[in-house]
């Protein structure tokens, strides 16, 4: 079954055409690398998937429902996409149990799993603004993975991650495959992307080619 389906899509900024007649079908439970330069055009794909953006032309549909300005996101959706904040003054913990109080539909149990998914210590008592870089990274992973979604998108997850960091993140990549998660990865490192995903695209001035393996 195909969960995004991307069709014609064009976005066009001051005149340049940031996102070029974008076609695209992910499969349900597939892993989607888009590799790419700064400036390629990865980052502005995944931000229409993830419905931040809409098009000049074009559409894009996320398990059947179509991405509009009626209903601009889709229903089950985990994101992480650069540059990306977090509430300084909150623990990691509290920074969960915040985000998670808004949708309701998980609790503690699931909020502490997906901590130590991460390598993160519910019981830290050290405020996110105090963080390292790799530590924000795998509290905003986890923000992205704790409700299970449908979809998740992901935009250079590995940036600022120790080898730790790293191998935990690969392993929750094999865990949400194993659960049918339907994930876009994004990144410039071709080594990274060609070890967790089985499809992969380049991109490049806005249009997209498939990689061959």
Same mark, same amino acid.
């Given at each position: 079954?195909?969960?995004?389906?991307?069709?014609?899509?064009?976005?066009?900024?001051?005149?340049?055409?940031?996102?070029?007649?974008?076609?695209?079908?992910?499969?349900?439970?597939?892993?989607?690398?888009?590799?790419?330069?700064?400036?390629?055009?990865?980052?502005?794909?995944?931000?229409?998937?993830?419905?931040?953006?809409?098009?000049?032309?074009?559409?894009?549909?996320?398990?059947?429902?179509?991405?509009?300005?009626?209903?601009?996101?889709?229903?089950?959706?985990?994101?992480?996409? #650069?540059?990306?904040?977090?509430?300084?003054?909150?623990?990691?913990?509290?920074?969960?149990?915040?985000?998670?109080?808004?949708?309701?539909?998980?609790?503690?149990? #699931?909020?502490?799993?997906?901590?130590?998914?991460?390598?993160?210590?519910?019981?830290?008592?050290?405020?996110?603004?105090?963080?390292?870089?790799?530590?924000?990274?795998?509290?905003?992973?986890?923000?992205?993975?704790?409700?299970?979604?449908?979809?998740?998108?992901?935009?250079?997850?590995?940036?600022?991650?120790?080898?730790?960091?790293?191998?935990?993140?690969?392993?929750?990549?094999?865990?949400?495959?194993?659960?049918?998660?339907?994930?876009?990865?994004?990144?410039?490192?071709? #080594?990274?992307?060609?070890?967790?995903?089985?499809?992969?695209?380049?991109?490049?001035?806005?249009?997209?080619?498939?990689?061959?393996?």
């Amino acid at each position: 079954m195909c969960f995004v389906h991307i069709e014609n899509y064009t976005k066009i900024i001051k005149n340049k055409k940031i996102l070029d007649n974008i076609n695209l079908q992910a499969e349900t439970g597939s892993t989607i690398g888009i590799i790419g330069k700064n400036g390629s055009g990865k980052t502005m794909l995944l931000r229409a998937v993830s419905g931040l953006i809409r098009p000049t032309s074009g559409e894009i549909r996320i398990d059947g429902q179509v991405l509009t300005d009626r209903k601009p996101f889709p229903n089950s959706i985990g994101v992480v996409i #650069e540059p990306a904040s977090l509430w300084g003054n909150y623990t990691a913990y509290e920074t969960l149990q915040i985000l998670a109080g808004i949708r309701k539909i998980i609790g503690k149990k #699931e909020i502490l799993n997906t901590m130590e998914r991460m390598g993160l210590s519910p019981g830290s008592n050290i405020p996110v603004g105090e963080f390292s870089l790799g530590m924000k990274k795998r509290l905003l992973i986890a923000q992205a993975i704790m409700e299970h979604p449908g979809l998740l998108v992901l935009d250079e997850p590995t940036n600022a991650l120790d080898d730790e960091g790293v191998s935990l993140f690969r392993q929750v990549i094999e865990e949400e495959h194993q659960r049918k998660t339907t994930i876009f990865i994004a990144s410039h490192m071709l #080594e990274e992307i060609t070890q967790l995903c089985p499809v992969i695209y380049c991109m490049n001035g806005g249009k997209i080619y498939e990689q061959p393996r």
